[in-house]
Structures are given as structure tokens and as C-alpha cells.
């Protein structure tokens, strides 16, 4: 057994296979734990050491000692195996001595394993092939089956590979079971030589059961599947080409695609039962069914094309008015109100012939009450019923703001505190979580620190910063000499964690402290470093003189700080003849409430009786007011607007080094400076730094803001929501944010920026005048898209705010609309999504009732022709100069 360890240890799988078969079964047995155990020894082993060679032979020898067909398929198929697998002929051959039901077994098997797995097709076909059994249409065989037939890709046309295939039936019908297709779909190909052609052309020679493959493209379809399927089926569906008498055996499943599917199949659908209904071969009853799906799609082009379908059913057959108006009148629920406008069209032209039948004019009269205001009086005239006789007075009801909560008291049981440890490092939780747990730590260290690293153990020994089998402590030199490097809060944990399991020397952690980060001239460096230094106190503090609490833990979700909670923790160290710590104590005083003047000088108070410096500290802190604001300047650079801010001497004076920076002028060359910290920002703990000035963090937060709307920065506008629920004065900073956010390139950015715009006009804080104008500018330079812009405005629509919008787009439009003036009433050089922000804009002036002029509106309603944008304006035109209800 020896001769079979050298053997795979030299990586010589066909030696192994060889000097394995003349072994007896027992003998094998006994090699498996000497196998199992190089297995483990190769797993230790890096990734680039000569040992990886072993892995092919050590598959073959592993595969061939396994007497159960389980352990051998989960041998062959394990993770390690994957990337150094065996030769399948070599594993083939070794195999090949077992019997045909224990090959089969083991083929099913394999073939059961997720396509990740990637274990090799042609040793899954080889088994089955020399058992005999039936093929198993699982994923991984199927996917593997493809990349197969597509590796003789240029040399046979596929269809002939394919038509060679001696499973070729149950493998296609597989196609239709993957549950997804991403693996294999770049090698389906398009147009002639593709799958779709291949499997077309097979149908129809009757190589391949025609009505299983439309059954099994139209069943596909409908099940949805990955965003990439209807490019595999509805090609193959469409080559396919159906006969009349097969699309009308399926006129339910056109009606379920017209309305669910994705587009491009819901297009082919609509096109389907449009050629179906216009030749006579589908009742007025089909019809409604399939246009009530259609008309509450989102896409304009296939709801227009209803409507012109819908037009011209009904005009050639006057006995279907009663069962396709009302479904025409769906139409009068959608966003867009040209499309409303299109189905009132048809409802004016047609109602007539509904004198004797009331409930269908109830129907519409019903659906009437989602039409435009404009429109729903011309509905009331044509339905021949009075229109509402005095219209209600529009109050906008805006979603309630998020309210903070108070933080609960960090866990008393060091074991729950090591638990939600391990969630923090694990899913980076918000402020309140952090904060908690920051003070746990220290709470435990000074209450009882051999109690809390027994807790914490579990956590620690899962830590990068464990030291290796040499004993090399990756703690120490990461924490010691990575001066540049700043801690935020993930590896600020971990300083904490590896400081109670003694991997950091105390003389690093003194060293850490007094030298603190590296400076560096950028936008998030100020924040960054105060999260950075009170890890490093906290750090070594836990080491040599452990704090009874931290100071700076906040009272609320948003990082506030009451102020009659920071004496009562002041009056609980003095008790306890406790050193305050400089860190924690500079951060308690950003954090604490300073705009309640009542509760602050009555803090002040009580603080001045203290007899200590830090309750005289905090005394005059209080009295001396609200936090001030920096003078603030804008400027801009290439298409961004950026904000430069002054100093604030309040941050200047009587802090740390590290907070001082906070304090210091922002100018433009400091929000466009890379710095080698971008992408590690904690903008939640930013605001929590200063949760009463929220204007200095939005400085900074103004051009990462912009990188979200003018390149392909994701996730940058998740800090907005945050920053409208802080506290401090809504300023300029703020607004221009709260613009970048609503033009963001990516939805999830924008969806977050609209949060930030409800919550601000919510608490009253949103100042539309302003940012509909930072709007305008920054659309002008090209910094937003009006298109995404529009979108963000519907989504606040949507939620009531139509007041706010229309307030924000009085100040956006005129702007846009005077740069369309300059270009002449006869050019076609409109501002794309242009016509979209006019739509938006006259359903809120029509829903709140705005009246008045707006600049350069008159002119676009004056240009030529009938576009959006000309058709709109002409709306918003009529809206602002109805008379106001008496």
C-alpha cells in the first residue's frame, strides 16, 4: 500500500489505478484513512505548493476503495477535487471492474450534484452508458450535456451532432426543466447554426415531437425563469412558427403571457391574439380578458397598441361595445396620462351605443374616478353624469417620518453580548447595534475580563488575526505597523477582540494610540480618523486601566446623546474614581443634544456641580448654544456642483487632534482627492459623529453623492434616508445631496433618495424651492438625467406627495424649458425625459390645484406637432390657468 501512497503523491493517477486494482477489498479499506488523512494534509496545503499535483490520483484512489456507490460519489465530487480532477477515461477504466447497478448508482448521483459541483460530463455519460441505464435529466447533466455538443462547435453543424445524440428526447425536454439557464446560454448562439434553429429544424423533420417542444417553449415562458430564458425559447418559439390552429389551442396562455411576462414575450403574445382577434378567430369575451392584463402594464408601447386594437375591434363590431368599453376604461388607472387620454378617446366614440346596458356604464363611470382631473370632467360629459359639484380642497398626506428609539442598555450577560459581536462583524448593523455593543465591551473588560474572553473565545478563534501553526502573529504586526490603514467598524472589532485575546502587546496598543492614523487631505479622512482613535483608546484602555462605561454611547438610534444622561455617567465615574477617557468624552460632547435649550442648561447645571474638569467642560458646552454653521460657498467642477464650507471654530478648540479635523475648511480639491481608504466609508457612523450638524456631514457626503449620478457607483445614496432623519439645520449641502440621490444612475439609489425627500418634507425640513433649482442646474450640466429624475419624482407621486413634487418641478422646469426656448420653437432638440417631468408636473398642478405662470412654459406648448413634450406642456399650460375653485 505504500507503492499506492508514492504513487499519488507523485500526482500518477494511472499508476494508482493500476496498483489499486490488484489490492483486495480489504486492503482497500484499510488505505482509505491513510488517503483520507493526505486529503486533509493537501486541504492545509496552499494553493500553489507542488502537493496539488496529488489531487487527480488521489480521486482515482479514493474512487476506487469506496465500496458504497454514495461514499464513492461524494468522493469523486468533493470541493477540493474540483479544480485538479482526474482524466474521466482514467476513472472510467478504474471503474470499470463494478458492477453495472453500483456504475448506475454512482452516474444518478453525480448527476444529483448541484452544477457547481462541475463534475465531468463525459464521466457521468460514460457510466451511464456502460450500466445502461436511463439518462438523468438533472441539472448538472443537462448543462454538462450542452457544453459537450457545444465543444465541436465549427467542424459538424449542430444539427447533426444533435440528431446523432442517442438520448436526444429526454435530454431537450430537460432543456425546458433547467432551472436556470445562465450557465449555458452564451452557447445557444443566435440565428442560423444556433440551438434554436437546430431544435426548429428537428421538430420539423419529426426527429423531435413538434407539440412536447411548443408545449415545453410556452410552458418555459410562462414559468418566467432567469432574465435571460425568453432569449433561448421565445426564438425557438417563433421558428417554430405556429399554425393558426396551435395558437388558438393556446389563447389562454397568450392571455396569461400578454399580462405577466417580461416584454419582448408579452409583445409576441399581444401580437398573437392581435392577429387572432382582427381575423374574427377570438370572442369579444377573450379579448377583454387578455386587454384588462395588458392595459395595467408599465410599457407604453404595448398599452398603445391595445388601445389601437381594442379601436378597431370595436369599430367593425358594434355587438362587442358592452364587453370591450369597460375593459378599454382599465386604461383610465394608468400613470401615463396620454394613455389615459387615448382610452377616453375611444369611451367618448364609442358610449353611445350603451344607452340600454347601466352596469357596463357604471364600470366606466367607476374607472372614471382614476382619470387625470382634467380628463374626468370630459369623462362626467360623455358618460352623462354630473361632475363633482364643488371639487374637495387637496390636503397632501405625506408618509409618516421614521422616529428614533431609544438605545436598549448594552446585554448584562457577556455571553449575549459575544453573540451580537458576532452578528456586527458578520453584517456591519447600524448605529444603535454598534454603539451597544462598543459599550458592552467595555462595560465586561472593567466588570469581569476573563469571563468575557471565555464568551468571546468561539468568536476570536474564527478571526483572520489568528495566529498561524508557526506562531506568526498577524495581530500584532496588522495593528502595530499598518499605520495607514484606518480602523473602521469591522476591524476596529477586531482590534478589540484580539486586544482581550492578548495577540496585541500592550507596547503596540500605547504606540497605536499616541501616534494614531495617518493624515491624509480628503473628503471622509476627518470621520474616519474619530472612528479610528476611539478603537485605539478603547483598545488600550481594555489592556491597562478598563472603563466602567463609555461616555459617548448615544441615548437615541440617531446618535443623540441626552444630556442629562452624559452627567448622570459623569456623576457614575467620579462615584467610581474613574479616569474619562479624551476620546470618549470629545465624541459625547459632538453627540450631546444642544437644540433642546431647556433640558441643556438644566444638564449645564448639574454638570457645573460636579466639581470635575469634564463636567466644567460640559457645563460651557451647554450654555453656549446650538452647534453653529460654517459659512458655505458653492463651486463647481467639470459638470458637478460641489460645497465648500468654512471653519467651525467650536470643533477647533479643547478637542483631540483627531476631532479637530472636523472643524477645518472643506474646499473642492478636498472633496475630488482619492484616497486609499474610498469604498471603506461608514456614512451611518458619520452622522452619529455629529448628530446635530448634519449640514458638515453632507459637505462631505456631496461628492460621493454625485459619483452615484455620473458614474456607476452603487449604493452611495443608502446614507440619505439617514441624513434627512438627523438633526440640524436642513441647509444647502443637504438639498444638493438629496439632488444627486434623485438622479443616481442605479433604481435602488434613487428609491433611497425619495426616503430622504418624503422624511425631509415630512419633519418640514425639505426646502423644494431650492432643491428643484440645484436640480435644474445640475440636469443643465449633464449631472443627472431628466429621465431618471422623472422616475424618482413618480415613485414620490405615487406615495401623495404631488404638492411637494409640483413645488420641487416649478423651480426644476424653468430652466430646462429656457434652454429648449433657445433652440427655436421649430427645433426638435428637446431635453430627453423632458416630456416625462411636464407629464408629472401637470398631474400634480391638477391634482393640488397650482395655478400661475411658469417661464417659458407658453412657448413649448406652442411648438409644432403633437410629442410628449408638446402635448404636456400644453397640459400643465391648461392646469395652471384654470380659475381656482371658488
Known amino acids: 500500500m505504500s507503492a499506492v501512497l508514492e504513487a499519488v503523491r507523485a500526482g500518477r493517477a494511472g499508476e494508482t489505478a493500476l496498483l489499486v486494482k490488484k489490492l483486495t477489498d480489504a486492503e482497500r479499506r484499510a488505505l482509505l484513512p491513510e488517503l483520507q488523512d493526505l486529503r486533509k494534509e493537501l486541504r492545509a496545503a496552499p494553493w500553489e505548493t507542488p502537493a496539488q499535483r496529488s489531487y487527480p490520483a488521489l480521486q482515482v484512489a479514493g474512487a476506487m476503495c469506496h465500496s458504497g456507490a454514495a461514499a464513492a460519489a461524494t468522493w469523486i465530487a468533493g470541493a477540493d477535487m474540483r479544480w485538479r480532477q482526474a482524466p474521466a477515461e482514467t476513472l472510467l477504466k478504474a471503474l470499470a471492474d463494478r458492477g453495472t447497478g453500483w456504475q448506475a448508482d454512482v452516474a444518478r448521483r453525480l448527476a444529483a450534484r448541484p452544477v457547481s459541483a462541475d463534475v465531468s460530463f463525459e464521466l457521468m455519460a460514460g457510466l451511464v452508458r456502460r450500466s445502461g441505464c436511463e439518462v438523468p435529466v ?239 370632467v370630459r369623462a362626467a360629459a360623455a358618460l352623462g353624469i354630473a361632475p363633482a359639484s364643488a371639487p374637495e380642497v387637496y390636503e397632501e398626506v405625506l408618509p409618516p417620518a421614521p422616529e428614533p428609539f431609544r438605545l436598549a442598555p448594552a446585554p448584562d450577560s457577556a455571553v449575549e453580548l459575544a453573540e451580537e459581536v458576532s452578528a456586527l462583524l458578520a453584517s456591519d448593523g447600524d448605529v444603535a447595534a454598534f454603539e451597544r455593543a462598543l459599550d458592552g465591551l467595555a462595560r465586561h473588560a472593567h466588570r469581569d475580563q476573563d469571563a468575557l474572553r471565555e464568551a468571546l473565545e468561539p468568536v476570536a478563534a474564527t478571526r483572520w488575526w489568528q495566529p498561524d501553526s508557526s506562531g506568526r502573529r498577524y495581530a500584532e504586526e496588522h495593528f502595530d505597523h499598518n499605520r495607514r490603514g484606518l480602523l473602521n467598524t469591522s476591524n476596529g472589532l477586531d482590534l478589540i477582540l484580539a486586544t482581550l485575546s492578548g495577540e496585541v502587546s500592550t507596547a503596540a496598543l500605547f504606540a497605536a494610540l499616541q501616534r494614531g492614523p495617518a493624515d491624509h487631505d480628503c473628503a471622509r479622512h476627518g470621520f474616519s480618523r474619530v472612528i479610528d482613535v476611539r478603537f485605539r483608546e478603547l483598545a488600550y484602555r481594555i489592556r491597562t486601566d478598563p472603563q466602567p462605561l463609555l461616555l459617548a454611547t448615544p441615548s437615541w438610534s440617531t446618535g443623540l446623546l441626552e444630556p442629562g444622561d452624559l452627567v448622570d455617567r459623569l456623576e457614575a465615574y467620579r462615584r467610581l474614581d474613574a479616569r474619562v477617557g479624551d476620546v470618549d468624552f470629545a465624541q459625547a460632547l459632538l453627540r450631546v443634544r444642544r437644540e433642546d435649550r431647556t433640558a441643556a442648561l438644566a444638564a449645564a447645571g448639574r454638570a457645573s456641580e460636579l466639581g470635575t474638569p469634564e463636567g466644567e467642560r460640559l457645563a460651557r458646552w451647554l450654555a453656549a448654544g446650538e452647534p453653529a454653521l460654517p459659512t458655505s460657498d458653492r463651486r463647481t467642477s467639470g459638470p458637478r456642483v460641489l460645497i465648500e464650507s468654512g471653519e467651525v471654530l467650536d470643533l477647533r478648540a479643547d478637542f483631540p487632534e483627531a476631532f479637530r479635523r472636523l472643524g477645518r475648511p472643506f474646499s473642492v480639491s478636498d472633496a475630488v482627492r482619492y484616497c486609499y481608504h474610498w469604498g471603506q466609508e461608514d456614512h451611518q457612523h458619520w452622522l452619529a459623529t455629529l448628530p446635530e450638524s448634519r449640514e458638515l456631514v453632507a459637505v462631505r457626503l456631496v461628492h460621493d453623492l454625485s459619483e452615484a449620478a455620473l458614474d456607476d457607483q452603487r449604493g452611495m445614496a443608502a446614507a440619505l434616508p439617514l441624513l434627512a432623519e438627523s438633526g ?159
Open 138 to 376: 438533472t441539472d448538472a447533466y443537462v448543462v454538462g450535456w450542452v457544453r459537450h455538443i457545444g465543444h465541436g462547435w465549427g467542424r459538424v453543424p449542430l444539427v447533426d451532432r444533435l440528431r446523432a445524440e442517442p438520448d436526444l428526447t429526454p435530454l431537450v425536454n430537460g432543456l425546458f426543466e433547467l432551472s436556470d439557464l445562465g450557465e449555458v446560454r452564451w452557447l445557444f448562439g443566435d440565428g442560423p447554426g444556433s440551438w434554436q434553429s437546430a431544435l426548429a429544424e428537428l421538430a420539423r423533420t419529426g426527429t423531435l415531437d413538434r407539440k412536447v417542444i411548443v408545449d415545453g417553449c410556452v410552458a418555459r415562458l410562462l414559468r418566467g425563469g432567469g432574465p435571460t430564458d425568453h432569449r433561448v425559447f421565445l426564438p425557438l418559439l417563433v421558428q417554430l412558427a405556429l399554425t393558426r390552429g396551435e395558437e388558438l389551442e393556446r389563447v389562454a396562455d397568450w392571455t396569461a403571457l400578454a399580462r405577466d411576462a417580461v416584454s419582448p414575450v408579452a409583445a409576441h403574445a399581444q401580437s398573437v391574439l392581435a392577429a387572432l382577434a382582427l381575423d374574427g378567430e377570438l370572442t369579444a369575451r377573450q379579448l377583454a380578458e387578455a386587454s384588462e392584463g395588458l392595459l395595467f402594464r408599465a410599457e407604453k408601447k404595448l398599452v398603445r397598441a391595445q388601445l389601437v386594437l381594442l379601436g378597431k375591434v370595436l369599430t367593425r363590431e358594434a355587438a362587442s361595445t358592452a364587453q370591450l368599453l369597460p375593459a378599454v376604461a382599465q386604461a383610465f388607472g394608468h400613470e401615463d396620462t396620454q394613455v389615459q387620454e387615448r382610452a377616453l378617446k375611444l369611451v367618448e366614440r364609442h358610449v353611445k351605443r350603451l344607452t340600454e346596458d347601466s352596469a357596463a356604464q357604471a364600470d366606466i363611470a367607476d374607472a372614471a374616478e382614476q382619470l387625470s382631473p382634467a380628463l374626468r
Open 728 to 886: 440640524g439645520v436642513a441647509g444647502e449641502a443637504t438639498q444638493l445631496c438629496v439632488a444627486y440621490g434623485l438622479g443616481a444612475r442605479h433604481p435602488e439609489d434613487r428609491l433611497a433618495a425619495v426616503d430622504a425627500l418624503l422624511v425631509l418634507a415630512a419633519r418640514g425640513q425639505l426646502d423644494a424651492a431650492r432643491l428643484g433649482a440645484d436640480l435644474g442646474q445640475l440636469v443643465q450640466r449633464g449631472a443627472v438625467k431628466p429621465s431618471r429624475l422623472a422616475e424618482s419624482a413618480r415613485t414620490a407621486v405615487a406615495t401623495g406627495a404631488n404638492t411637494t413634487i409640483w413645488e420641487m418641478l416649478r423651480h426644476t422646469l424653468p430652466v430646462l424649458l429656457a434652454d429648449l426656448a433657445t433652440a427655436g420653437t421649430g427645433s426638435s432638440g428637446s431635453v430627453r425625459g423632458l416630456g416625462e417631468l411636464l407629464s408629472i408636473a401637470a398631474e400634480c398642478a391638477e391634482r393640488s390645484g397650482a395655478r400661475g405662470d411658469m417661464p417659458h412654459l407658453a412657448q413649448a406648448a406652442a411648438r409644432r406637432g403633437s410629442s410628449r413634450l408638446v402635448v404636456q406642456a400644453r397640459r400643465l399650460l391648461a392646469a395652471l390657468a384654470e380659475e381656482a375653485a371658488a
